[in-house]
């Protein structure tokens, strides 16, 4: 595959002179490929959340962004990832999500792990009825781990491993949140939807973290919670986002609403705020409620939006449930449209990457800027590689 390497100097100069990202950073596979490392692999990236592997020895497959991986929860109740692949012939090890009974035995030569990915039986590999050979040591050939992190119940992930600790990279979202570290609570089977989206994955992440498209994309949030109730977020290198003045908690037809946060400050009594936490991984955080949204690259222009409601207690009303997952749902499907619109706009040749809104645009452009530095950063170190 020949290289694009885009220009990205005007991406990162102030926001009042600077263009977004070049056309090729949503339809070239080349550069889809590069921001694979520079973006996602060499990051704190979200993968999916520990809610779904709720109890012990359940394992979910999953793939991401090519990579075969394996969420599992181990008999001691913690939640790892691992390359899905036996360490013996690259074989898949886990198809659909199921429950582990015993071991994670491959399909092919039965070779079997624990759920904490220890190499426990090689059955006949010195030979028929000899489980074991002098040159396979089992203490080495464990399944691949992937470093992994659990924050707000997202499980992030770094694949490359070199990473700063998840605490350090993560410091910034963490402190204007230390409010809300408290337990979460899945809302369950009703609180979970899927958005399949035509998109480039960045799109997505752009959309989300600005409130400047509220009047004419989301009429029915911005009646009561209007643009000029809104702020810009901004956190260079780390998070974007926007955040509201106005919540206005849902109920139901007893004038019921769901039970909020213990200790908030007064400011979350009408106040909400919504982060774009780089790259890939979009947060809520309400009085009564937060949800967490993983945006998982299936492809150049393909998104898939898996989206988690969580709740302060346990055990909240059914029904409420249900119309705050209609409510989000809601809003979230009016972006469909602008996404998959502006994928099919970077296809117009003289499209310059557009220009920011100084007084509007910050989280736009901090986000693109974020990249364009990440992506200029991984070529200087490939190229210094060479």
Same mark, same amino acid.
């Given at each position: 595959?020949?290289?694009?390497?885009?220009?990205?100097?005007? *991406?990162?100069?102030?926001?009042?002179?600077?263009?977004?990202?070049?056309?090729?950073?949503?339809?070239?596979?080349?550069?889809?490929?590069?921001?694979?490392?520079?973006?996602?692999?060499?990051?704190?990236?979200?993968?999916?959340?520990?809610?779904?592997?709720?109890?012990?020895?359940?394992?979910? %497959?999953?793939?991401?962004?090519?990579?075969?991986?394996?969420?599992?929860?181990?008999?001691?109740?913690?939640?790892?990832? #691992?390359?899905?692949?036996?360490?013996?012939?690259?074989?898949?090890?886990?198809?659909?999500?199921?429950?582990?009974?015993?071991?994670?035995?491959?399909?092919?030569?039965?070779?079997?792990?624990?759920?904490?990915?220890?190499?426990?039986?090689?059955?006949?590999?010195?030979? %028929?009825?000899?489980?074991?050979?002098?040159? =396979?040591?089992?203490?080495?050939?464990?399944?691949?781990?992937?470093?992994?992190? =659990?924050?707000?119940?997202?499980?992030?992930?770094?694949?490359?491993?070199?990473?700063?600790?998840?605490?350090?990279?993560?410091?910034?979202?963490?402190?204007?949140?230390?409010?809300?570290?408290?337990?979460?609570?899945?809302?369950?089977?009703?609180? *979970?939807?899927?958005?399949?989206?035509?998109?480039?994955?960045?799109?997505?992440?752009?959309?989300?973290?600005?409130?400047?498209?509220?009047?004419?994309?989301?009429?029915?949030?911005?009646?009561?919670?209007?643009?000029?109730?809104?702020?810009?977020?901004?956190?260079?290198?780390?998070?974007?986002?926007?955040?509201?003045?106005?919540?206005?908690?849902?109920?139901?037809?007893?004038?019921?609403? #769901?039970?909020?946060?213990?200790?908030?400050?007064?400011?979350?009594?009408?106040?909400?705020?919504?982060?774009? =936490?780089?790259?890939?991984?979009?947060?809520?955080?309400?009085?009564?409620?937060?949800?967490? =949204?993983?945006?998982?690259?299936?492809?150049?222009?393909?998104?898939?939006?898996?989206?988690?409601?969580?709740?302060?207690? %346990?055990?909240?009303?059914?029904?409420?449930?249900?119309?705050?997952?209609?409510?989000?749902?809601?809003?979230?499907?009016?972006?469909?449209?602008? *996404?998959?619109?502006?994928?099919?706009?970077?296809?117009?040749?003289? #499209?310059?990457?557009?220009?920011?809104?100084?007084?509007?645009?910050?989280?736009?452009?901090?986000?693109?800027?974020? *990249?364009?530095?990440?992506?200029?950063?991984?070529?200087?170190?490939?190229?210094?590689?060479?």
């Amino acid at each position: 595959m020949s290289r694009n390497v885009t220009d990205l100097s005007q *991406v990162r100069l102030p926001v009042d002179r600077a263009n977004g990202l070049p056309n090729a950073h949503y339809i070239d596979e080349s550069v889809y490929a590069e921001e694979r490392q520079a973006l996602i692999f060499t990051q704190w990236a979200g993968l999916a959340v520990a809610a779904d592997v709720p109890e012990v020895g359940d394992a979910k %497959p999953i793939q991401f962004m090519d990579m075969p991986l394996l969420l599992v929860r181990g008999k001691d109740d913690t939640v790892r990832v #691992f390359q899905n692949i036996c360490r013996h012939r690259g074989m898949i090890l886990v198809e659909e999500a199921r429950k582990i009974e015993g071991a994670i035995r491959c399909p092919y030569h039965s070779w079997c792990y624990g759920t904490d990915g220890r190499l426990v039986s090689t059955p006949h590999v010195g030979g %028929p009825g000899q489980n074991t050979h002098a040159s =396979i040591d089992r203490d080495t050939l464990g399944l691949v781990e992937v470093r992994s992190h =659990i924050w707000r119940d997202v499980v992030w992930i770094n694949v490359s491993g070199d990473a700063p600790a998840f605490e350090d990279a993560m410091a910034p979202a963490m402190q204007r949140w230390a409010e809300f570290e408290k337990p979460l609570y899945h809302g369950g089977s009703d609180s *979970v939807l899927t958005l399949e989206v035509n998109t480039n994955w960045k799109l997505a992440v752009e959309n989300y973290c600005e409130s400047y498209h509220l009047p004419w994309v989301h009429p029915g949030l911005n009646s009561y919670s209007r643009l000029e109730d809104h702020y810009n977020i901004e956190e260079p290198g780390a998070f974007s986002g926007q955040g509201t003045m106005v919540y206005r908690q849902i109920t139901n037809e007893n004038d019921q609403s #769901f039970p909020d946060f213990d200790g908030l400050s007064e400011k979350w009594d009408t106040a909400a705020e919504y982060l774009s =936490i780089y790259p890939n991984v979009l947060l809520g955080a309400h009085r009564d409620h937060a949800f967490a =949204i993983i945006l998982v690259p299936e492809g150049l222009d393909r998104t898939v939006e898996n989206i988690h409601l969580y709740y302060a207690q %346990p055990h909240t009303d059914s029904g409420l449930r249900q119309r705050n997952a209609q409510l989000w749902k809601t809003v979230f499907e009016e972006d469909i449209f602008v *996404v998959e619109g502006m994928q099919k706009g970077r296809h117009a040749s003289g #499209f310059d990457g557009g220009r920011f809104s100084p007084a509007m645009d910050g989280p736009t452009h901090c986000f693109h800027e974020w *990249v364009a530095g990440k992506v200029d950063h991984w070529r200087a170190m490939d190229k210094a590689a060479e």
